[in-house]
């Protein structure tokens, strides 16, 4: 099986900007959820979809936002940027059976100037 | 609410040493814990996890890990150290429901010849 996929893997954009990041979980995987990692706060949980709908969210402002697709994949958009939002974006998926094991994608690399 | 503490920001070993990195956590209820690796400009790959039964688990590459209910801890272990273990290691626990996983700060973990 291929695993998580995150697309682009690198991002250089402008404060005030807005970006989207794209996440392909797993084939079979109905949960997807997002983690931001950065030098000072780590590793910090985002948001988290199934099947479509956001089951949890961790305490990120709302310019952070993502969806998810019928087919499991899903977007983070953040909209006005601010230096601080530079960041690795982890994305992982989950089979959400009981075993409940993330798998991580590779990450996007966003840099704010 | 969850917390992980991983008290040890580095860590240098030498080559074919015994390694043990440190992990406590604060859960309320049985935890779900993991040791995942992060190599540089990676994403994260799952060592081990603990669900629930044998205390001690077994992971890949050689690492194994303890859980210490009376102690709260969860701590990775490995008897002899290669040069290709130098990465970031972050213990993590997981809620029962849903997939949001609260990390510690890391440990980097060094390895000399």
């Known amino acids: 099986k291929a695993g998580v996929t995150q697309t682009p893997r690198y991002l250089i954009k402008t404060r005030g900007q807005q970006v989207t990041l794209s996440c392909s979980p797993i084939s079979g995987h109905r949960s997807v959820s997002w983690y931001q990692q950065t030098p000072g706060q780590g590793l910090q949980f985002l948001f988290e979809y199934f099947s479509e709908t956001q089951r949890n969210k961790g305490n990120f402002p709302g310019r952070f936002s993502g969806r998810q697709f019928s087919n499991s994949r899903s977007e983070m958009n953040v909209s006005t940027l601010e230096l601080g939002d530079s960041a690795l974006y982890l994305c992982?998926?989950?089979?959400?059976?009981?075993?409940?094991?993330?798998?991580f994608g590779a990450g996007t690399r966003l840099s704010v100037l | 609410a969850q917390s992980v503490t991983q008290p040890d920001i580095h860590i240098t070993v030498s080559e074919g040493a015994s390694l043990e990195l440190r992990c406590n956590y604060s859960y309320g209820a049985t935890p779900y814990l993991f040791w995942y690796v992060q190599s540089p400009g990676q994403g994260l790959q799952l060592l081990l996890k603990?669900?629930?039964?044998?205390?001690l688990v077994q992971g890949i590459k050689g690492f194994e890990a303890e859980f210490k209910r009376s102690q709260s801890s969860f701590n990775l272990r490995k008897p002899s150290v290669h040069w290709s273990d130098a990465a970031e290691y972050f213990c993590?626990?997981?809620?029962?429901?849903?997939?949001?996983?609260?990390f510690g700060a890391g440990t980097i973990l060094r390895v000399k010849s």
């Open positions: 993590a626990v997981g809620a029962v429901y849903g997939n949001k996983l609260v």
């Open positions: 992982a998926s989950s089979s959400d059976d009981r075993v409940n094991i993330q798998y």
């Open positions: 603990y669900f629930s039964g044998d205390t």
